[in-house]
């Protein structure tokens, strides 16, 4: 079976709200299973081995967060398991929304294929935002499951 790995840092519960919503999307893809894998503590051998990735941060200082970014150092080791797989990026901020370029640049170092362009909510994901964070993981899951 399929698996995307929901992988996030979030502080405040704005960026594990989102990635609890993306995660959502995921399962509406029939065959398709999610690990959450929230940051740190990750086993970054283990999450390597999923097919395609959702990837969160809220936006510090326009820039991924510290654990995020540990994660993507780490996965550089294992750039060979994860290099052509489709991913998604989120985050979440309080007004300086650049965290996706962050998070975009340091995926395509380590081969990821985006699937769909990345989505930012200011703060938590409110119910206008919820139907389109949902469909940006059914879109990533759909690339997983080969539709």
Do not use: W
């Not at 704005?14 to 959502?24: C, G, H, I, R, W």
């Not at 893809?29 to 395609?52: F, I, Q, T």
């Not at 300086?96 to 200011?122: F, T």
């Amino acid at each position: 079976m399929p698996k995307v790995a929901v992988v996030y840092y979030s502080k405040s519960g704005n960026t594990q709200k989102m990635a609890e919503l993306v995660a959502e999307g995921c399962r509406q893809v029939e065959g398709v299973e999610v690990e959450m894998v929230s940051l740190p503590g990750a086993d970054v051998a283990a999450v390597s081995a999923a097919d395609g990735f959702a990837i969160g941060s809220p936006d510090y200082f326009s820039y991924a967060a510290g654990h995020v970014k540990t994660f993507y150092d780490e996965a550089l080791a294992h750039k060979n398991a994860i290099s052509g797989k489709p991913y998604i990026a989120f985050g979440t901020h309080g007004g300086g929304a650049k965290v996706l370029d962050s998070l975009e640049r340091l995926s395509q170092a380590i081969g990821l294929r985006q699937v769909k362009p990345g989505m930012m909510c200011l703060g938590a994901p409110g119910p206008n935002e919820a139907d389109a964070v949902r469909a940006l993981g059914k879109a990533l899951a759909q690339a997983v499951a080969g539709g």
